[in-house]
Nanobody, 118 residues
Framework: QVQLVESGGGLVQPGGSLRLSCAAS????????MSWYRQAPGKERELVAY????????NYADSVKGRFTISRDNAKNMVYLQMNSLDPEDTAVYYC???????????WGQGTQVTVSS
């Protein structure tokens, strides 16, 4: 069974840091582009960052550029999102996603809540 399991969410103060993890299983992890999305109440789902399958090139939304870092460890089937200088506007449910576009294979985790508040 394909699984993407996020962890590391929680409550953090503004300016603080948090590291999200996503554990993948049930598919060939190294073949997939991995992404982090987030969705806040009443707002559209937003792509936060992605990292490519071939050479691990990373891209970021403008809103998080310079503050967040996505990385992957193919040996461990893990993808991470290091979040620094957190702001209340970063509050959202964060989802891990795996994509193999040519095969139309799209997998999603259940999400982990990140709350940035004093």
């Amino acid at each position: 069974q394909v699984q993407l399991v996020e962890s590391g969410g929680g409550l953090v103060q503004p300016g603080g840091s948090l590291r999200l993890s996503c554990a993948a299983s049930g598919f060939t992890f190294s073949n997939y582009r991995m992404s982090w999305y987030r969705q806040a109440p009443g707002k559209e789902r937003e792509l936060v960052a992605y990292i490519t399958a071939t050479n691990s090139n990373a891209n970021y939304a403008d809103s998080v550029k310079g503050r967040f870092t996505i990385s992957r460890d193919n040996a461990k089937n893990m993808v991470y999102l290091q979040m620094n200088s957190l702001d209340p506007e970063d509050t959202a449910v964060y989802y891990c996603s795996a994509r193999w576009e040519l095969a139309r294979r799209y997998y999603w985790g259940q999400g982990t809540q990140v709350t940035v508040s004093s």
